[in-house]
């Protein structure tokens, strides 16, 4: 897909790239990543670390082809000013399953032309009297299909080059389609999603920590969404699409879960960009009720299972380096400095790699250390979610009165990797919510989506979204080794169960029962004893 930069484009380096060699390797983008500029691409890239935040246009050739490079690999993203952008080309699509939030969606969408889809609501008479009211078209199924089925039923009923679509407990705020529709100027973009706040819901603790810290907030800075970067997906909570690109590449129906990580994940495989705009915001109606949003966060973990199968490979709870791990593992071992040694080696080794760029050893040293970083806040996530009964277990070891040595230290060193990343975002944020309630319900945030993913792996049988993927010297990963780990779990868990269930009928401890797994036999063969043929004399 070869499409040009219109001319008047504005892009700004990203705040996270840095340079070495004299400005002729630049590190950064999404994922991150090592180039090395060519001596054509000097100029206009010296002029965009000179303009700084406010960007500047490439003028000719060389420079739009260095700006389409930048854009394409999130080194760089697009710019624009508060012009004011026509709103004829755009239908915005509202799903909606009840009447409850309907009426103060399309208060906010006056002035645009809008689809109601009915999604099987049981109040049906309320939903049509509030779209008639606000002069909506109205489309409806028999019965509910899931909100990936509604938006292709508005995309299809869409007749404009844009389509929005926005869920019915969404508010947009005044000119938001405004810094959405501008990114469209680029051919290579197919969706661009704005950023959603929650809205205030009174005083209560939850309601309080759903303000600083929503689920679908990605953030305050733009971002290139793309699998293994610093966002790998946007909420289609609310997303504007090019209508030819959802005609092609609908909503998967099958999802009710995850169908917005499967559309964005499609869409980056076929070629296409998929840009997030903090610029631009929508106000979202957060779960006021403690049991429904624990609720919600499980059913959001159980799509892992599903988007595994679709998607290999990009559904691990964490991908660390070999490297990272062993440091890891020395510090619980109590080696510290064995930990700072292999670290200090595998800089070593990285220098080896970036040397032939001109770059100084101090590039090495830090990019490791940012690594080594990243791999813990990783294993922590993962503690807190997917394996959220070993991070419980450590916390529990931690807080005894007399841990044993070794047990104890590898405790406390998990519960660090879990809990300081959460306080340090505390200190960011400072949110109306003292720390320790904070991090507790960050971790029942977390522990809740971590069971949902479980529910959703043994749903479709797999383990991929449980077990990380470890990447070692020589780029090799244990692809094959997992998915045998896979099958054999799979294969040998009926065995276990039943196995169990046996001993604890006889009351006998599983422990001295001793399994051996059946020998496979040719095909036609019987386990039956084999029968001797008498002779007859």
Request: net charge positive.
């Amino acid at each position: 897909m070869k499409r040009r930069l219109p001319w008047d484009v504005r892009i700004a380096l990203d705040p996270d790239v840095s340079f070495g060699a004299a400005g002729r390797v630049a590190a950064g983008g999404s994922p991150w990543r090592v180039i090395r500029l060519r001596e054509p691409a000097m100029p206009f890239v010296s002029s965009l670390r000179t303009a700084g935040p406010e960007g500047a246009v490439p003028r000719d050739g060389p420079a739009r082809s260095v700006a389409r490079s930048l854009l394409d690999r999130g080194f760089a993203h697009p710019v624009f000013g508060g012009e004011t952008q026509s709103l004829a080309e755009v239908d915005v699509v509202v799903p909606v399953l009840g009447a409850g939030t309907l009426a103060g969606c399309l208060d906010a969408l006056d002035g645009l032309q809008v689809i109601v889809v009915d999604d099987g609501s049981p109040d049906r008479a309320a939903v049509e009297a509030i779209a008639r009211g606000h002069a909506a078209t109205l489309a409806r199924h028999g019965e509910n299909r899931g909100p990936a089925a509604a938006r292709n039923t508005g995309a299809r009923m869409a007749r404009t080059e844009l389509v929005a679509f926005v869920d019915a407990d969404c508010r947009p705020e005044a000119g938001w389609l405004d810094s959405l529709r501008a990114h469209f100027d680029d051919p290579h973009v197919a969706a661009v999603a704005p950023r959603v706040l929650p809205a205030p819901a009174g005083n209560s603790l939850l309601a309080r920590y759903e303000t600083a810290r929503s689920a679908l907030d990605m953030g305050s800075r733009p971002e290139l969404v793309t699998p293994g970067g610093r966002l790998s997906f946007v909420p289609t909570a609310t997303l504007v699409v090019r209508r030819s690109v959802v005609l092609e590449h609908p909503f998967d129906e099958s999802l009710r879960f995850g169908e917005d990580v499967d559309f964005v994940w499609r869409l980056r495989d076929a070629g296409w960009l998929v840009r997030y705009e903090p610029a631009a915001a929508v106000v979202h109606a957060p779960q006021a009720a403690a049991g429904r949003w624990t609720g919600r966060r499980l059913a959001y973990g159980t799509s892992a299972g599903a988007l595994a199968r679709r998607h290999p490979g990009r559904l691990a709870p964490a991908r660390v380096s070999g490297w990272s791990l062993a440091a890891i593992g020395l510090v619980a071992m109590g080696r510290p400095a064995a930990a700072a040694a292999s670290t200090g080696f595998a800089a070593a080794r990285l220098h080896g790699q970036l040397a032939p760029l001109g770059l100084r050893p101090s590039m090495a040293v830090s990019t490791a250390a940012r690594g080594l970083s990243a791999d813990a806040v990783a294993l922590g996530h993962s503690f807190r979610r997917e394996w959220w009964p070993l991070g419980a277990t450590a916390l529990a070891v931690a807080a005894s009165s007399k841990p044993a040595p070794a047990p104890a230290r590898t405790a406390r060193l998990v519960v660090l990797l879990m809990t300081v990343p959460v306080l340090l975002e505390w200190i960011r944020e400072l949110p109306d919510v003292n720390p320790v309630a904070y991090a507790a319900l960050r971790l029942l945030e977390d522990a809740a989506y971590g069971t949902g993913v479980a529910v959703g792996s043994f749903r479709e049988r797999t383990l991929v979204t449980l077990v990380p993927e470890v990447r070692f010297p020589g780029g090799c990963r244990p692809a094959h080794g997992v998915r045998h780990l896979n099958s054999l779990a799979f294969a040998t868990a009926p065995r276990l169960l039943r196995l169990a269930t046996v001993a604890a009928s006889r009351h006998v401890p599983a422990a001295s029962i001793r399994w051996r797994p059946q020998r496979r036999l040719p095909r036609g063969r019987s386990t039956a004893p084999r029968r001797t043929r008498r002779e007859t004399p």
